[in-house]
C-alpha cells in the first residue's frame, strides 16, 4: 500500500520554486520575499478605510493621491490631514494537528498630509481647478509574532544546507566552509553537516538529523516588525466638473524586521546517534526605497453617476538585506568518532561574523513589484430642498493586481542568473489576483454612518498551494464622521480576517512541512482635518 503523507506536508513536484532556495552561495532572495513587498494593504484615511478602500470612482479623500489621484479635483479648498491608528494582529496556526496563537498590537499611522486647491483665472480655460497633495500613508505592515511546533518523521530543516552545497556542486571543503556564512558553512563547521566521501573525493552531503534514524521535534517562532511607507506628490486638474484627471509620483520607503529561531531535537531518546539538537538564531533585515507611478481619471456622464479608472505602475524598489545567524549544535560523539580525537566536544557553536570575518552579510538588489489597474462606479445621492432627507452614496471598485510581473534584478557587474530562474518561478508560482471592494455612506446633516468590506483573492495560483488551503483576505469595516465648520474627524473600526500557509522552509529533494495560518486583525483609525 501507498504510504501516506501527514496533511501538513507538500509533495516534492509542487510549483514553489524550492530548488532556488538553495542556488546560490550569497543569494538568499526568492519568490516568497517578492510577495512579502507587493502585498500591499494601504491604511488611507478613517473614511476611505470605513468604505472598504473604494476610492477609485469617489475621489474628495486625500486617500485619493494613493489610489486614483484624479480624485483629488473634487477638492475646492485646502485641507491639513492627519491620521493615527492603532493595529491588533493575531494569528492561529496549526501545524500536526496542534494550534499555535501569536499576536502583536501597535500604533501605526494612515495617510497624512496637505491638499491645496485653486482656481484658474482663466474663463476661457475649461479647467475649472487644479489641486496639489502632498501625503505620506502606510502601504504595509509588517508587525506580526508567532510560533509552531510538531514532531516531523519526513525531513528536516537542515537538509536546506545540504541542498544549498549540493545545487552549487560544492566539492572543494574549504569552499562549503567558508562561501556560505549564513547557512551551510555553519552547519560544516558545526559538525551537523558533512561530506560523503568517495575514493577521497566529495561526491555529496548529508545531515547528521536524518529522519530515516529519528524523529525531529522541530519549534519555529517568527518575530516581524516594520512596513512600507509611501510618499507621495500628486496633481489633479477638474475641467468642467465632467473631467476629472491626474497623475501621483509615489516614493516607498521599505524596512523590514525579522527575527527566527528554529530548533529541532531528537525525539528517540538514543544519545549516541550523532545528533542531539541544533537550534539556529537568524537576524534578517530589508531596507531601501523605490519610486512609482499612478495614473486615474473619473467621468461624470450624469449627476449622480461617477466612473473611474486607474493604473498604478509597478514600484521600481533598490534594497538591501542584511543577515546575522547563530548557529549551536549538538552532535554527540560525531566529532570524536570522525576526528578520531576523545577531546573534541559534543556541543559547537558559530555565526555569521566568525566565518566573514566580523561583519553581516549583506546585499544589494532591485525588485520590480506588480502593476496594479482598477475600475470602479459610484451613485451619488444629491442633496434636495428638504435637508433633513439623507444624502447618501455607494460605491465599488474591482482591482486587477498582476502578481505574475515581479521581477528581481541584480547589480550590473554581477551573474543574474539566479534572478532570472527566481522569475522564471515567480512566473510558474503566482497569478493575477482580483481584489474587490464595497462600501456607502449615510449623510444625517453634520454626521456620516459608513460600511464596507474589502476582498483580497489569492495571489498564488490554485495548483501552487496545498490541498485544501484557501487563501485569502475579508476585511468589513463600520465608521462614524463628523463635519462641520471646516473641520472634520473620522474614525472608522476595520476586522481582517483571512487564511494562508507558512512554509518554514522548502526542500527540493524531499517533502517538506508547512502550518495552516487563520489570521485575524483589527485596526481603529481616526482621521483629523481642517480646511483653510
Given at each position: 500500500?501507498?504510504?501516506?503523507?501527514?496533511?501538513?506536508?507538500?509533495?516534492?513536484?509542487?510549483?514553489?520554486?524550492?530548488?532556488?532556495?538553495?542556488?546560490?552561495?550569497?543569494l538568499?532572495?526568492?519568490?516568497?520575499?517578492?510577495?512579502?513587498?507587493?502585498?500591499?494593504?494601504?491604511?488611507?484615511?478613517?473614511?476611505?478605510?470605513?468604505?472598504?478602500?473604494?476610492?477609485?470612482?469617489?475621489?474628495?479623500?486625500?486617500?485619493?493621491?494613493?489610489?486614483?489621484?484624479?480624485?483629488?479635483?473634487?477638492?475646492?479648498?485646502?485641507?491639513?490631514?492627519?491620521?493615527?491608528?492603532?493595529?491588533?494582529?493575531?494569528?492561529?496556526?496549526?501545524?500536526?494537528?496542534?494550534?499555535?496563537?501569536?499576536?502583536?498590537?501597535?500604533?501605526n499611522?494612515?495617510?497624512?498630509?496637505?491638499?491645496?486647491?485653486?482656481?484658474?483665472?482663466?474663463?476661457?480655460?475649461?479647467?475649472?481647478?487644479?489641486?496639489?497633495?502632498?501625503?505620506?500613508?502606510?502601504?504595509?505592515?509588517?508587525?506580526?509574532?508567532?510560533?509552531?511546533?510538531?514532531?516531523?518523521?519526513?525531513?528536516?530543516?537542515?537538509?536546506?544546507?545540504?541542498?544549498?552545497?549540493?545545487?552549487?556542486?560544492?566539492?572543494?571543503?574549504?569552499?562549503?566552509?567558508?562561501?556560505?556564512?549564513?547557512?551551510?558553512?555553519?552547519?560544516?563547521?558545526n559538525?551537523?553537516?558533512?561530506?560523503?566521501?568517495?575514493?577521497?573525493?566529495?561526491?555529496?552531503?548529508?545531515?547528521?538529523?536524518?529522519?530515516?534514524?529519528?524523529?525531529?521535534?522541530?519549534?519555529?517562532?517568527?518575530?516581524?516588525?516594520?512596513?512600507?511607507?509611501?510618499a507621495?506628490?500628486?496633481?489633479?486638474?477638474?475641467?468642467?466638473?465632467?473631467?476629472?484627471?491626474?497623475?501621483?509620483?509615489?516614493?516607498?520607503?521599505?524596512?523590514?524586521?525579522?527575527?527566527?529561531?528554529?530548533?529541532?531535537?531528537?525525539?528517540?531518546g538514543?544519545?549516541?546517534?550523532?545528533?542531539?539538537?541544533?537550534?539556529?538564531t537568524?537576524?534578517?533585515?530589508?531596507?531601501?526605497?523605490?519610486?512609482?507611478?499612478?495614473?486615474g481619471?473619473?467621468?461624470?456622464?450624469?449627476?449622480?453617476?461617477?466612473?473611474?479608472?486607474?493604473?498604478?505602475?509597478?514600484s521600481?524598489?533598490?534594497?538591501?538585506?542584511?543577515?546575522?545567524?547563530?548557529?549551536?549544535?549538538?552532535?554527540?560523539?560525531?566529532?570524536?568518532?570522525?576526528?578520531?580525537?576523545?577531546?573534541?566536544?559534543?556541543?559547537?557553536?558559530?555565526?555569521?561574523?566568525?566565518?566573514?570575518?566580523?561583519?553581516?552579510?549583506t546585499?544589494?538588489?532591485?525588485?520590480s513589484?506588480?502593476?496594479?489597474?482598477?475600475?470602479?462606479?459610484?451613485?451619488?445621492?444629491?442633496?434636495?430642498?428638504?435637508?433633513?432627507?439623507?444624502?447618501?452614496?455607494?460605491?465599488?471598485?474591482?482591482e486587477?493586481?498582476?502578481?505574475?510581473?515581479?521581477?528581481?534584478?541584480?547589480?550590473?557587474?554581477?551573474?543574474?542568473?539566479?534572478?532570472?530562474?527566481v522569475?522564471?518561478?515567480?512566473?510558474a508560482?503566482?497569478?493575477?489576483?482580483?481584489?474587490?471592494?464595497?462600501?456607502?455612506?449615510?449623510?444625517?446633516?453634520?454626521?456620516?454612518?459608513?460600511?464596507?468590506?474589502?476582498?483580497?483573492?489569492?495571489?498564488?495560483?490554485?495548483?501552487?498551494?496545498?490541498?485544501?488551503?484557501?487563501?485569502?483576505?475579508?476585511?468589513?469595516?463600520?465608521?462614524?464622521?463628523?463635519?462641520?465648520?471646516?473641520?472634520?474627524?473620522?474614525?472608522?473600526?476595520?476586522?481582517?480576517?483571512?487564511?494562508?500557509?507558512?512554509?518554514?522552509?522548502?526542500?527540493?529533494?524531499?517533502?517538506?512541512?508547512?502550518?495552516?495560518?487563520?489570521?485575524?486583525?483589527?485596526?481603529?483609525?481616526?482621521?483629523?482635518?481642517?480646511?483653510?
Open positions: 500500500m501507498k504510504k501516506m503523507l501527514p496533511r501538513t506536508f507538500v509533495r516534492r513536484g509542487m510549483t514553489i520554486p524550492a530548488l532556488l532556495l538553495a542556488a546560490s552561495p550569497l538568499a532572495q526568492d519568490a516568497l520575499d517578492a510577495l512579502r513587498f507587493s502585498l500591499w494593504d494601504p491604511v488611507h484615511s478613517a473614511r476611505v478605510r470605513a468604505i472598504g478602500g473604494a476610492n477609485v470612482s469617489l475621489g474628495g479623500d486625500i486617500s485619493s493621491t494613493f489610489i486614483n489621484p484624479a480624485g483629488l479635483a473634487q477638492f475646492k479648498t485646502n485641507e491639513v490631514v492627519l491620521t493615527p491608528g492603532f493595529f491588533l494582529n493575531g494569528t492561529k496556526m496549526q501545524y500536526n494537528d496542534s494550534s499555535f496563537k501569536g499576536n502583536r498590537s501597535a500604533l499611522s494612515g495617510v497624512n498630509g496637505v491638499i491645496l486647491s485653486w482656481g484658474n483665472r482663466f474663463r476661457s480655460s475649461p479647467i475649472r481647478n487644479t489641486t496639489v497633495s502632498f501625503a505620506i500613508n502606510q502601504a504595509a505592515n509588517f508587525n506580526s509574532n508567532f510560533a509552531y511546533s510538531g514532531r516531523n518523521n519526513l525531513s528536516s530543516y537542515s537538509e536546506k544546507w545540504v541542498e544549498e552545497l549540493a545545487f552549487n556542486r560544492v566539492t572543494n571543503f574549504n569552499a562549503a566552509l567558508n562561501n556560505f556564512p549564513n547557512g551551510a558553512s555553519l552547519a560544516v563547521e559538525y551537523l553537516v558533512d561530506s560523503i566521501l568517495s575514493f577521497g573525493s566529495i561526491i555529496g552531503y548529508r545531515t547528521n538529523a536524518e529522519t530515516q534514524r529519528m524523529p525531529l521535534d522541530q519549534s519555529f517562532s517568527y518575530q516581524t516588525r516594520g512596513g512600507i511607507q509611501e507621495a506628490i500628486a496633481m489633479a486638474w477638474n475641467n468642467q466638473e465632467k473631467l476629472l484627471y491626474g497623475v501621483t509620483l509615489g516614493f516607498p520607503i521599505v524596512n523590514f524586521r525579522r527575527q527566527s529561531t528554529i530548533e529541532e531535537r531528537d525525539g528517540s538514543n544519545t549516541d546517534n550523532d545528533f542531539e539538537s541544533f537550534r539556529l537568524e537576524t534578517f533585515s530589508t531596507i531601501g526605497s523605490g519610486i512609482n507611478a499612478k495614473l481619471l473619473i467621468v461624470k456622464p450624469v449627476e449622480h453617476f461617477r466612473i473611474g479608472l486607474t493604473f498604478h505602475t509597478p521600481l524598489l533598490s534594497l538591501t538585506d542584511r543577515t546575522f545567524a547563530d548557529l549551536q549544535t549538538n552532535v554527540e560523539n560525531y566529532a570524536r568518532r570522525i576526528t578520531g580525537d576523545n577531546s573534541r566536544p559534543s556541543t559547537f557553536r558559530l555565526n555569521t561574523a566568525d566565518i566573514t570575518g566580523g561583519t553581516d552579510y546585499y544589494t538588489y532591485t525588485l513589484t506588480p502593476w496594479r489597474a482598477a475600475a470602479s462606479l459610484s451613485y451619488v445621492f444629491r442633496e434636495i430642498k428638504d435637508v433633513t432627507k439623507q444624502k447618501a452614496f455607494i460605491t465599488g471598485d474591482v486587477l493586481i498582476n502578481y505574475r510581473s515581479m521581477r528581481y534584478s541584480g547589480a550590473e557587474n554581477v551573474d543574474n542568473s539566479y534572478f532570472q530562474a522569475n522564471d518561478d515567480i512566473r508560482l503566482y497569478r493575477m489576483a482580483i481584489h474587490a471592494r464595497l462600501g456607502g455612506e449615510l449623510k444625517f446633516k453634520t454626521l456620516m454612518v459608513r460600511g464596507g468590506v474589502n476582498y483580497r483573492s489569492s495571489a498564488y495560483k490554485k495548483d501552487a498551494l496545498p490541498e485544501g488551503t484557501p487563501a485569502w483576505a475579508l476585511t468589513p469595516s463600520l465608521g462614524l464622521g463628523y463635519r462641520d465648520k471646516g473641520v472634520f474627524v473620522d474614525l472608522t473600526y476595520a476586522h481582517t480576517l483571512g487564511r494562508d500557509v507558512h512554509f518554514p522552509y522548502l526542500l527540493a529533494d524531499n517533502v517538506y512541512p508547512f502550518a495552516r495560518n487563520r489570521f485575524f486583525n483589527g485596526q481603529v483609525v481616526a482621521t483629523v482635518g481642517f480646511k483653510f
